[in-house]
């Protein structure tokens, strides 16, 4: 990983493939090898936290960092190796798998990737299958601009981040996420391919932050009633535990 000078790069995507709340993704050539170009949104204060996060991670399950430039005042710019085959989100709902060896060999790399960034005191703080990158049956976790080191096992947040749907109640009550708050996130993918719909899909963000912070047990009776594994059935549950000290680790999880 180095500084990488602007004009060593060919963009080769007139258009982004790809935009976040704080960030676009373009692709390019650095020398022979196709690479992603992540441009942050003036005013994101998200590069110097993902950048510092990515420079520690070194696992075949979450993405590579190649490089950065920036261009004061405005112009910042990580260089991710390029991974061709989109999010996992758009994977499953373009292939509708239903075949249980495939789903639990994709989410156990998620839970490899995971247990790795948990071993290093990383908090993903946002993740959900469009935060997955997928290509030929391999995976890679990318988006770290929220994550945070744990310092604390707990605290106060300034902000509420991270998606409605995947965020845990600890979250959505106003405290900053920990170890569980992923776990919770990850029962919430397992919840939606099991289902087709995350938990609480039908919920406007008012109701859905209301029903998360009335300390109420989340309603699984639609895992019930798909045809589906009962251990994958029971993992999603356990991972949805309201009270965080319940929900096993991604350790005990493989």
């Keep these: 990983m180095s500084v990488i000078k602007k004009d060593q790069l060919t963009i080769t995507s007139n258009k982004p493939i790809g935009c976040g709340y704080s960030a676009c993704i373009y692709l390019a050539r650095l020398d022979s090898r196709r690479v992603a170009i992540k441009e942050f949104k003036n005013g994101s204060n998200e590069f110097d936290n993902e950048l510092a996060i990515l420079k520690s991670l070194n696992h075949e399950n979450v993405v590579k960092l190649i490089g950065y430039f920036t261009s004061p005042p405005k112009e910042k710019c990580l260089v991710l190796e390029y991974i061709s085959g989109g999010d996992l989100s758009t994977y499953i709902d373009n292939n509708k798998p239903n075949n249980w060896t495939i789903l639990s060999e994709l989410h156990y790399q ?22 997955i990158l997928y290509n030929n049956g391999r995976i890679k976790i990318t988006d770290f601009g929220i994550s945070r080191k744990v310092v604390k096992s707990f605290g106060r947040a300034k902000f509420v981040r991270g998606t ?3 965020m845990a109640p600890e979250v959505a009550n106003g405290w900053c996420a920990v170890y569980e708050s992923d776990v ?4 919430c993918m397992l919840y939606y391919v099991a289902t087709g719909r995350p938990p609480y899909h039908d919920m406007d ?50």
Excluded at 184 to 187: A, L
Excluded at 216 to 224: G, I, K, M, V, Y
């Design 110 to 131: 998620i839970i490899e990737g995971m247990e790795y960034l948990h071993g290093r005191n990383i908090v993903h703080y946002d993740l959900k299958y469009e935060n």
């Design 184 to 187: 919770w996130s990850f029962g």
């Design 205 to 254: 963000a008012e109701t859905l932050f209301r029903r998360l912070q009335l300390d109420r047990e989340l309603p699984l009776a639609p895992l019930r009633n798909h045809n589906i594994p009962l251990l994958f059935a029971q993992a999603t549950e356990a991972c949805l535990r309201w009270n965080l000290v319940h929900r096993p680790s991604f350790s005990m999880l493989k």
């Design 164 to 166: 409605k749907y995947y």
